[in-house]
């Protein structure tokens, strides 16, 4: 839920324009790379909840212990993995955002917020 937060906050409100030029900027100090990496790590993140939702159900039906064996130490790395990756996620909107100058945000700016907040929750959930 969390990664479905972040997610839409980016794509709904993470991008924005200025008066004088069409072009949308990311809201995160115009760093493309802070909103691409918030939407990828999210989008992911919420795929793979579903694809270990799925394993998860299926789980009692596997007779082999050798493929539980896996099944369980792939789900193990990955969380150890997403868990570091939303903390860097974490790091760089909060710095972003800190270098962002309030002029330039018109709207958004909680959006903006929500996003490193369930960043943040992000790294203890996983």
């Known amino acids: 839920v969390f990664a479905l937060i972040v997610f839409a906050c980016l794509v709904g409100d993470g991008y924005m324009s200025l008066p004088e ?29 579903i694809f270990f939702f799925m394993v998860d159900v299926y789980f009692p039906q596997i007779s082999n212990t050798t493929d539980r064996k896996y099944l369980v130490l792939a789900d193990l790395g990955f969380s150890g993995l997403w868990t570091f990756l939303w903390f860097i996620g974490f ?35 996983w």
């Open 21 to 49: 030029d069409p072009q949308l900027y990311c809201i995160f100090n115009h760093n493309e790379d802070a909103c691409r990496y918030g939407i990828g790590i999210g989008v992911l993140a919420f795929l793979a909840c």
């Open 91 to 125: 790091c760089f909107l909060t710095n972003q955002w800190s270098w962002t100058r309030a002029e330039d945000v018109f709207i958004g700016a909680d959006s903006a917020r929500a996003a490193i907040t369930f960043s943040f929750f992000s790294i203890f959930s």
